[in-house]
């Protein structure tokens, strides 16, 4: 495969950024029945199989060395519905309201669904059913038309519970909250005007963030609600599976290029009261000062980062960055880590793992450490797999792991 040029690169990976993260007038529908799960939904958007087409062989014209991109392309069929779905949910035993983005074929007929849980995000207007008309969701947009009802949650504290932080790594509120969306849909879906219905099947996918929470979801349905959900098959990409593995791994590093992971994940665990330490006990000044001020649904990573430092030395203090191992003051948020880490167990849902061997975020090791403890836990071989992808950093990555799980669900696709 040749090199691409910096250009290319980058016009590929916005045709991707959905995946680690056409329009009409909006109408809002306002609720008939008293749903369990479903409050209302906003039509966003009728996105045409021949747009899609059309953007499909732009992107193959542009990038040869990816074939599979004419491939979706002569499999794109259907129209496509855009909704914005806003629904029940809770947050630490709190009733709120959640929202998403559905996909929706528009020819009549039953579909399996498949949930896509994004990679991290700091600014609401990037949250998905903030940005549903947006080409980084073209991948997404092609599976719909291919016959997937394609759901996107935009989790807590993004969309229509923008006014609530965003519990970034907090597994139960997560899993719940996309649990709830699909029951959600499940419920929208039933009404007669809606002609594409939902099969019991259910494909799950996540990149970075998303690897973690599809994870969390596919644990937590095997588990508790096999009954509900039919699940297919779990695509899970570079996840941060191991949330103490994570810490020490940046803590201990003498730079790391994006901070604002680690400051998004213990301020978000400081919010949610989850141990009791001052933040400025975690980070020096003034570090620790700023870092509840940076997210507020506004700020980029880009610019979080700006506002931080790579320098682990001068962002933590000495007692968090070394001591944290022995120091009895952070037990609790050890505990944090682990109630919040992917609890290895016996898989009966074929899945992926993927990642790039040379991510610089999230280390490939944390992927290979997963797949041991889960064969440890009882998982069959056959049940798992893990794909390591040549070169590929946490960036560039998103895209073969994207052309790989699309091919591979597709080919389950009764």
């Known amino acids: 495969m040749k090199v691409l040029n910096s250009k290319k690169w980058l016009l590929l990976i916005v045709v991707f950024t959905g995946l680690l993260l056409n329009s009409c007038k909006e109408n809002n529908e306002p609720e008939t029945t008293d749903y369990e799960y479903y409050v209302s939904n906003q039509y966003k958007s009728e996105i045409t199989a021949q747009t899609i087409n059309i953007k499909l062989l732009f992107a193959q014209a542009e990038f040869p060395e990816i074939p599979q991109l004419s491939t979706f392309a002569a499999k794109v069929t259907n129209d496509i519905l855009v909704h914005k779905v806003i629904y029940k949910t809770s947050l630490q035993g709190k009733n709120i309201k959640a929202s998403g983005l559905v996909y929706l074929p528009k020819t009549a007929g039953n579909y399996p669904v498949m949930s896509f849980q994004n990679g991290t995000n700091t600014v609401n207007s990037d949250a998905p059913s903030e940005s549903s008309g947006s080409d980084n969701w073209l991948m997404l947009q092609a599976l719909a038309s291919m016959g997937f009802i394609v759901v996107v949650p935009d989790y807590i504290g993004f969309g229509e519970s923008a006014?609530?932080?965003?519990?970034?790594?907090?597994?139960?509120?997560?899993?719940?909250?996309i649990l709830d969306m699909l029951r959600a849909v499940n419920e929208l879906t039933a009404e007669d005007k809606v002609e594409a219905k939902p099969t019991k099947d259910l494909f799950i996918f996540g990149y970075s963030q998303g690897g973690w929470a599809t994870m969390q979801l596919q644990r937590e349905i095997e588990k508790n609600h096999s009954e509900e959900f039919d699940l297919v098959a779990s695509s899970c990409a570079a996840g941060p599976y191991s949330i103490g593995f994570m810490n020490d791994f940046i803590a201990k590093s003498a730079e790391y290029p994006m901070p604002y992971f680690l400051g998004y994940l213990l301020n978000s665990y400081h919010s949610l009261e989850l141990f009791p330490n001052k933040l400025n006990e975690l980070f020096q000044e003034p570090y620790a000062t700023k870092i509840p001020t940076l997210y507020n649904?506004?700020?980029?990573?880009?610019?979080?980062?700006?506002?931080?430092?790579?320098?682990?030395?001068?962002?933590?203090?000495?007692?968090?960055?070394?001591?944290?191992?022995?120091?009895?003051?952070?037990?609790?948020?050890?505990?944090?880590?682990?109630?919040?880490?992917?609890?290895?167990?016996?898989?009966?849902?074929?899945?992926?793992?993927?990642?790039?061997?040379?991510?610089?975020?999230?280390?490939?090791?944390?992927?290979?450490?997963?797949?041991?403890?889960?064969?440890?836990?009882?998982?069959?071989?056959?049940?798992?797999?893990?794909?390591?992808?040549?070169?590929?950093?946490?960036?560039?990555?998103?895209?073969?792991?994207?052309?790989?799980?699309?091919?591979?669900f597709m080919s389950l696709k009764k």
């Open 297 to 408: 649904g506004t700020n980029t990573g880009g610019t979080i980062n700006a506002a931080l430092t790579t320098n682990m030395t001068n962002l933590l203090t000495s007692e968090f960055r070394t001591g944290f191992d022995t120091n009895t003051n952070f037990s609790v948020l050890k505990s944090a880590f682990v109630a919040n880490s992917v609890v290895p167990w016996n898989i009966s849902t074929p899945t992926r793992l993927y990642h790039g061997s040379a991510d610089e975020l999230i280390p490939p090791a944390l992927s290979t450490k997963m797949l041991q403890d889960l064969k440890t836990a009882g998982t069959p071989n056959e049940k798992i797999e893990l794909i390591v992808i040549p070169g590929a950093t946490h960036t560039t990555g998103v895209i073969p792991v994207g052309i790989s799980t699309i091919e591979w």
């Open 163 to 177: 006014n609530l932080p965003h519990p970034y790594l907090h597994a139960e509120s997560t899993t719940q909250s």
